[in-house]
């Protein structure tokens, strides 16, 4: 009997390494299949078009009789979108994680983080609604020159929303995790309360706020329903911040059900010029991490 | 103190901008907002080749709106904008140009003086349909007068003069698949409820997904019917063959406080058409009502 029972022990010891194993080979083969994927319907289609047209050439018009595949425009576009929602989202974020930090009394923090942390939880459709009624009509009626309240400025006001949970928690955690000796210590030494906070205990915890801005990129850059709703769509060069305008990830969601054959390659490959900047994003990521892991 | 007044005239002031929303009129000085829907869109490759860009890229500035609903939701919301939607989605909330002179009615669709009209099909292989009894019955419903009546009820237009009424065969059971451009959808789907009202043990499903996908699912078998809502482009799905299921005109619609009632098919063209020089082009809403 007590054989018996061991040999269960060990047969279910091995079963259930196993299953984790598999579960671990699970998730490498879905990250390996679809960067497999993308790559191998992606670049080939690259090389097709040229690799200087399709990445310098700003038309779009992949159902035009002669077919053209530029995305420069929509790389731009992406750019400019990602770059003034961390702009707006993060200044607001970290002067808020600040607050929370040091000038919000202790007992009201964790409610208070907690009702932020529900910002990340509100599905992102739902961002899109809100700046679809009400973004963008006030900017077309209010800020707009030219009449337009679809494009860059909307869509920035959105996802600079979105992003305000990110910011405001990783940047809280990197201010304390900064030891208290720093703030009391430039106490100490005469400085008031704001100069501490602002000259000693920020630059301290400056590589976790960095890291905090990039992981509100890679939210941005990726965000895809609330962006189209508000971006206006047209796949031109950006020149103003009330145009009607495209992300990369806008163009793919926009195609992936109605287009076919060349079209639906012209996506996939747009989708590897998406895949690229989420990668550098995300190993600027880990670099910066890493480098503050070393640090402390 | 100080700060109390401060703070009060902040919210009066909030107020002010907040109360400002509201009230604003139409202004026939600003821009038109041009909209169309998404490449691929069934709709979409209909309007522009009845207006004569077929294969043209978009305008620039153009809004691109994915899905019918959307396109209703920017009219309505819009007072600048001029949008493209079939007839049959054109609710109360929007306003219906002449086009031409002629209002979009079922009767002018019909008759053909509508300029802006398409058809809209199922297509499907032919052998596996005719020999399957289920798929069989459900094309002889499609061209009975039950269908009839729903499509003209409906604010389509029925081509199918002196049709029969469909009789149900008790011994069919199973599931027919439908699927394809979403603009053929909505009415596919009261079609599909009269049929399974008579055929107690046949379920129709009907998805949406596009005119192309409509193509992509029939020719690959995926399901027994798809459906697309342009002229049949049999390179497209050189295996299946087409059945028109009704005729379905595209409406120009603008927000109910444009006082705009009729544009022409060439000032259409015009502000639609990315080649048109910046000289000519239909740019404001007085140059159309001037005109």
Known sequence: MPTSSLRYRTFR???????????????????????????????????KVGFFSFFFSTTWAPLATIPQYGVFAMVLTTLYVTALSVAIGASIGLLAAICLFRFVPSRFVTPLRWLIDLLAGIPSVIYGLFGLIVIVPFIRDYVSTNGMGYGILAASLVLSIM??????????????????????????????????????????????????????????????????????GSPQLPVSLTESVRTLTANIAMGASELTSDALSALVATGVVLFVFALILNLSFSFLRGKESGHV | MRKKIAKFALTLGFIGILAACGAKSFDSSKSISVTTREDGSGTKSAFMELIGLKGQSDVSNVVVATGTAAVMQEVAGNYYALAYDSLGYVT??????????????????????YAISRPLS??????????????????TFLKSSDAQTIISNNGYVSLTDAATAYTANGSLSGTIEVSGS???QPLMILLAAQYEASQAHVTVEVSGGGTGTGYTNAENGVSAFGMISAEFDATKAPDCVSSIVAKDGIAVIVNPSNP?????????????DNTESDATKIKTWSQLMSA
């Open chain 2, 92 to 113: 109360s909330d929007v306003k219906k140009l002449e086009v031409d002179g002629v209002e979009a009615t079922t009767a002018n669709i019909k008759s053909g003086t």
């Open chain 2, 260 to 272: 705009l009632t009729s544009v022409s098919k060439t000032e259409l063209k015009n502000i639609y």
């Open chain 2, 122 to 139: 199922v297509i499907y292989k032919a052998a596996p349909v005719s020999s399957s009894a289920l798929d069989a019955s459900y094309l």
């Open chain 1, 13 to 47: 010891e091995k079963a259930m390494k196993g299953l984790f194993f598999l579960s671990a080979a699970f998730s490498l083969l879905a990250l390996g299949a679809i960067i497999a994927y993308l790559f191998a319907s992606g670049i080939p289609f690259i090389a």
């Open chain 1, 163 to 232: 992003i305000l949970p990110t910011m405001v928690s990783v940047s809280y955690d990197a201010l304390k995790a900064v030891s208290p000796l720093y703030y009391e210590g430039a106490l100490a030494l005469g400085a008031s309360r704001e100069e501490a906070t602002f000259k000693i205990v920020l630059p301290a915890a400056k590589s976790g706020i960095f890291a905090g801005l990039v992981l509100s990129s890679g939210r941005a850059l990726g965000e895809t329903m609330a962006v189209i709703m508000v971006i206006g």
């Open chain 2, 182 to 184: 979403t603009s053929l």
